[in-house]
């Protein structure tokens, strides 16, 4: 009988990220201070992040870092994730492809969010902290922090935008189950949340807004800093585990690939699933091509520029030198909630300046279509955002079908749509369109 | 590092389903037809369920069942599913016990329900058949079969509970995404629903209701049969999957369950992880305690009778042997919905009359309490159902906390909770009561 899926021993998941700053021929620009425009440095960031998360921010020498023993231990709970082979996908698309992916829903939380929030709350406790603060939208990032913080023992304050917070309950009841005080944004336990409010009191709410309400909360809070589930490097280094794993896996099914797929918000899984394998075509010169599939709604990377811009919408971080449509942009209302962020962090802007990956821009429509797809012939209902990934992946698929190549390609499956199931509803009743700029 | 999960290799997986019938010393009595008081056999089931799992039915001499290649194939979708040791519940409890659980969350529909979901599906197309049709309350099994439905070509029309397909929208999408016709039940599609919502045009639906209306479709169209998710024999039958690799991975992890533990509301989870460990029970006397935990408010088990009774409230089924409330019997609306069933499947019925099983009464405050308490420790939100086994589970593992004992308890971890988050947000708002009979 055919193996489906590819599982590693625990013995076998690796104990090292891969940091590919450190083999990059370009390195990133630095971040600047908006005030004086000089170059950060790791202390610039205690302030706000753990400190060693800021250290990794910036590392630009060390191939390999370290997985603390205890992260190791706490991604036992749910790693490896499967490799599987989409036997079913090939077989609907009638495509000479070999189509795999790697499928991160399995974590408790459902996406790969857990695997940065395990190495964020780590890093908190080990600073000697007490408590963490985030922002979220739909709610995958704050969900992942809500029961990081709890297994290492942190209190987490998470400000959910007020929109999302009222019309997407399920997540916020499960960052409560975890025990995690949750706050619609903007509210008045903040300054900015309190400006906000005065000047507009009917304000639903944005990820701009969430993020200045946390940073504030971890300025004013002794013994807390703020945790970003995406955009920056440190994340997108714990996401390495992916595709290091992936890579494993890929051998035990004795194929590589020939392209590397995933969405694209900010970059962490992006980044987490085709670093590891862009290492081989930096260091050796292996030929595959990495396929970011953003919205075209939100297309930062086709259509953004490459300059310096803040990460959030109030201006309050770091100048960042990246492919961006504006920190000022308001992405259009699409389900892919992750996926609206108006910017890409600072090595996948610069790996895409030097043409080492490319952009896909995939409509809301077909990104459900290809869900539902995905969803017949292989039984997991993707997240919106993995909707994205899997268009890109089936369209490649069908180039295949057309000139008989058998490719291998891979995709990462952040997440299941089981949260997510009214964006369904919608889709399947002819409510939803596509937007584009 | 100590190792965490247990997962077994694809080609370990069983092939074989375990048949308790053929063993037990005392056999389960036979079904009835209501109108003759005859036993029936195999044939007189045909009119409503496949063939071949009619013949499962009433199977008293095959100790193991084949399992068909093709559903082998697609058990490897997501199969083997972890043994997991709780080591984050252990320490909570601080208890001696070594605490595992079989982690069935982890099916593409998020429950074990799959399990004979495929097996149904499959002898479906092997008859011939185009169509299947079943009910379902919560969602659960309905989701499960639309999705093995597809895999396997056929037509799903499935029933849903009206209430509950207005309140819990998300596992009607679900059913929908696989491309089944899901309809509120009572409706104006069978003559059993025309002659309720005649006399009570508010009627909000029951499983009795939905059953009558999906064995009416299947009777009335050519080419579909109908299929049930829990009670029948054929059903636990499938499920031994569960027990049978819970065996092989527990001798992975080098221990013996001393007790092993389960939900109950019809039975055939708790046959499925019980049976191939009552083997070694009835075959070679190994001494292992094997609980039932039924809601303190459906407590057919402890306060039920054992009699003859109909398996469905309106009495179209044959009469089974087994403990039963009555099949007039309204269970109370607490959200375990797959536990309010009124009678126990015959085989279970025949164990527990024998003494070779026990069970324990969960109130639904208390069941929540440790479904959270479970969330934080490891990380899971258990589906409501699942919380009454982790209930049972903790009450054991504090008992062995008094007495020192370090007991190796096993449980059933059916399904996570992730589509009844709501019933959580009621819970953490002191919104939910206990009831008791």
Chains 1, 2 share one sequence.
Not at 83 to 90: H, I, K, Q, S, W
Request: glycine share 8%.
């Amino acid at each position: 009988m055919r193996q489906k899926r590819y599982i590693l021993e625990e013995k076998e998941i690796p104990e090292k990220w891969y940091n590919i700053q450190a083999d990059m021929k370009t390195k990133p620009m630095p971040l600047l201070n908006p005030q004086t425009r000089q170059p950060m440095r790791a202390e610039d960031l205690f302030p706000v992040f753990c400190e060693e998360c800021s250290r990794q921010e910036l590392n630009t020498t060390d191939s390999w870092i370290e997985i603390p023993e205890k992260v190791r231990e706490m991604y036992t709970y749910y790693r490896s994730t499967p490799l599987v082979r989409a036997y079913g996908l090939e077989e609907a698309l009638d495509t000479p492809a070999h189509i795999y992916f790697k499928n991160e829903s399995v974590s408790p939380v459902g996406s790969h969010k857990l695997n940065s929030a395990l190495a964020q709350a780590y890093y908190a406790k080990e600073e000697g902290l007490t408590n963490v603060t985030t922002e979220t939208g739909a709610g995958q990032w704050g969900t992942a922090l809500s029961y990081a913080a709890r297994l290492f023992g942190l209190e987490a304050a998470v400000y959910q935008v007020k929109i999302s917070y009222e019309q997407k309950p399920y997540r916020r009841s499960m960052m409560q189950v975890f025990g995690a005080q949750v706050t619609p944004s903007p509210s008045m336990s903040t300054r900015a949340g309190k400006d906000i409010l005065t000047d507009c009191p009917t304000h639903q709410g944005s990820l701009g807004t969430a993020i200045s309400e946390a940073v504030e909360l971890a300025r004013m809070t002794p013994g807390c800093k703020y945790t970003l589930g995406s955009v920056m490097s440190h994340v997108s280094l714990h996401q390495t585990i992916i595709g290091l794993e992936a890579e494993k896996q890929m051998e035990m099914a004795g194929e590589y690939p020939d392209v590397v797929v995933a969405c694209f918000g900010g970059g962490s899984n992006f980044g987490g699933i085709t670093f590891p394998f862009m290492r081989h075509t930096i260091l050796e010169g292996r030929k595959t091509r990495y396929i970011a599939a953003e919205p075209a709604s939100c297309p930062k990377l086709t259509k953004g520029k490459f300059e310096y811009d803040f990460g959030d919408e109030a201006g309050y971080t770091p100048l960042l030198p990246m492919f961006t449509l504006g920190h000022k942009f308001k992405p259009a209302n699409i389900h892919a909630g992750g996926l609206r962020y108006h910017g890409a962090g600072v090595i996948v802007s610069q790996l895409l300046k030097d043409g080492l990956m490319e952009a896909a821009d995939i409509r809301q429509l077909d990104s459900f279509e290809a869900g539902c797809l995905f969803a017949k012939a292989e039984g997991i209902v993707p997240a919106p955002e993995s909707c994205h990934a899997i268009r890109a992946t089936i369209d490649e698929a069908l180039k295949c079908r057309e000139s008989g190549e058998k490719k291998v390609i891979l995709f990462n499956l952040t997440g299941h749509g089981m949260m997510d199931m009214s964006a369904y509803d919608q889709y399947l009743a002819g409510n939803l369109i596509n937007y584009t700029i």
